[in-house]
């Protein structure tokens, strides 16, 4: 059973810093692994998707890394903005989307 | 291409009731999964439907929930019984194949009194 881990769960950071996110899971056998973002009480928006042979994706200030053989994959959020606030899931792609609990980002103005 | 639409938004009813949520998916896409989310966690898996057929239950799924998606277009989740556990937020998502990317809806939010 495929097992989604993020660290850290919150993360509180003045604006302008750099973001790290990190994810990892249990089991390499997937297709992809997607970055979504929630804002609270809606659904999920798509971020990023890096497929399992990528080893990584860019949009605009946002970076995804993925290494499947250590199962581990990190979101970069470049010049953080009070806006960036929301959090943050991680998902694994092996015929469905397993997730993780998330990371809760906050940028203080 | 509007996205995938799930509805009602918001739904309350007491203990006992049955509910029925709607996912309409993105046209074409022959998937469609629904997930459950509880606050502070991330989605859990519950079923999924290549086209008409429903490929995989979730032992989260008791035999009070019942899923379809008749000739493979839309989808509907029905709980029996509801139960104050059951309060939760209801995501559907559609994707064309199993590594496409997957597109949510907005969810059913759903409250047990």
């Known amino acids: 059973k495929q097992e989604v881990t993020q660290i850290p769960a919150a993360l509180s950071v003045p604006e302008g810093e750099n973001l790290v996110l990190n994810c990892s899971f249990t089991?390499?056998?997937?297709?992809?692994l997607q970055w979504f973002r929630q804002d609270p009480g809606k659904g999920l928006t798509s971020l990023l998707l890096?497929?399992?042979?990528?080893r990584e994706q860019t949009s605009g200030r946002l970076n995804a890394s993925l290494d499947k053989s250590s199962g581990r994959s990190t979101l970069y959020i470049a010049a953080s903005q009070p806006g960036d606030s929301a959090t943050y899931l991680c998902?694994?792609?092996?015929?469905?989307?397993?997730f993780g609990a998330g990371t809760t980002v906050t940028v203080r103005a | 291409d509007t996205g995938v639409s799930q509805d009602p938004r918001h739904k309350i009813t007491k203990r006992g009731q049955n509910v029925t949520f709607r996912c309409d998916p993105i046209?074409?896409?022959?998937?469609l999964y629904w997930y459950r989310q509880t606050l502070g966690q991330g989605p859990e898996f519950l079923t999924y439907?290549?086209?008409?057929?429903?490929?995989?239950k979730s032992r989260l799924l008791s035999d009070r929930f019942s899923a379809e998606r008749p000739k493979g277009s839309f989808s509907t989740l029905e709980i029996q019984r509801t139960e104050q556990g059951d309060s939760a937020m209801y995501l559907c998502?559609?994707?064309?194949?199993?590594?496409?990317?997957?597109?949510f809806g907005s969810g059913t939010q759903l409250s047990v009194l």
């Open positions: 998502a559609s994707s064309l194949e199993v590594d496409e990317k997957l597109f």
């Open positions: 089991d390499s056998a997937i297709y992809n």
């Open positions: 890096i497929q399992s042979s990528q």
């Open positions: 998902a694994v792609n092996d015929y469905k989307l397993s």
């Open positions: 046209s074409e896409h022959n998937r």
């Open positions: 439907f290549q086209n008409e057929a429903q490929l995989e």
